[in-house]
């Protein structure tokens, strides 16, 4: 079957047949793939439920060197590339990261280098809600004023995973003194150039974007809920509901994206995710 791409929405994500990620795809398949990902932001692979955790690390190493997460508790003893989100609970253990992304946010932020992208496969999901929401924030820049632009461009953030981490996960345990010694705070642009393919879009993920530099807290927190506010209205977003055997890959460089509830009571989620290392944003 030839590789077709089909968009999700007129401004992010297409829908990729024509390939099964538990089988080695070519190189000229993969470098249409990694094209389209840059263009789309968002790539939705359909029905690759016997993909393994081997085979979806060797995919995303594909695209670069992979990021192992700061929480290793939650990840594969196997294959530890693979971060585990889910509700689930064995022998009193929790085998994943529980109402992980429930906030716009860019996967790892809040590190001095951080992840080019993400795929996420969905290994269990619930028969309703628990869906993901994704918005382009090249798109989002581009519709921007250019009285906006001017004051925003060379603006920066400071980026702090230890002063969000009781507002983005108020049921989790605080983080250890070890763990912190690990996050320093990091200072990031608010206005990122894609480093592929050169064009701007904001950067302003979510909690862990902690303030503005050389800006009042409070001004400054106004105008990254402005930004965020205008970056994730209905034209620049993608709502994706979840089927078993989804696979969807992200560019954390200009998009955000949040997770939404479900019942936790009712029903499991299990989803897999192995993230690329990216750059310095600048």
Known sequence: MALTFRPLTKTIGAEVSGVELSRPVSDVDFDAIHAAWLDHTVLLFRGQGDVTAAQQVAFTRRFGTLEMHTLPEFTLPEQPEVFVVSNVVEDGRAIGAGRSGRHWHSDSQFLPVPSAGSLLLAREVPPEEGDTLFANLVAAYDALSEATK?????????????????????????????????????IHPLVRTHPETGRKSLYIGGHVVWEIVGMEVEEGRALLDELRTFATRPEFVYRHRW?????????????????????EDRYRRVM???????????
Do not use: M
């Open 150 to 186: 001017q004051r925003i461009d060379c603006l920066k953030t400071l980026c702090s995973r230890i002063r969000a981490w009781p507002i983005s996960y108020p049921d989790r345990p605080p983080l250890s003194e070890a763990q912190k010694h690990d996050l320093p705070d990091v």
């Open 243 to 263: 089927r078993t055997g989804d696979a969807v890959l992200w560019d954390n460089r200009c998009t955000l994206h949040r997770a939404t509830p479900f019942d």
């Open 272 to 282: 897999h995710r192995t993230t690329v290392v990216g750059a310095c944003p600048v």
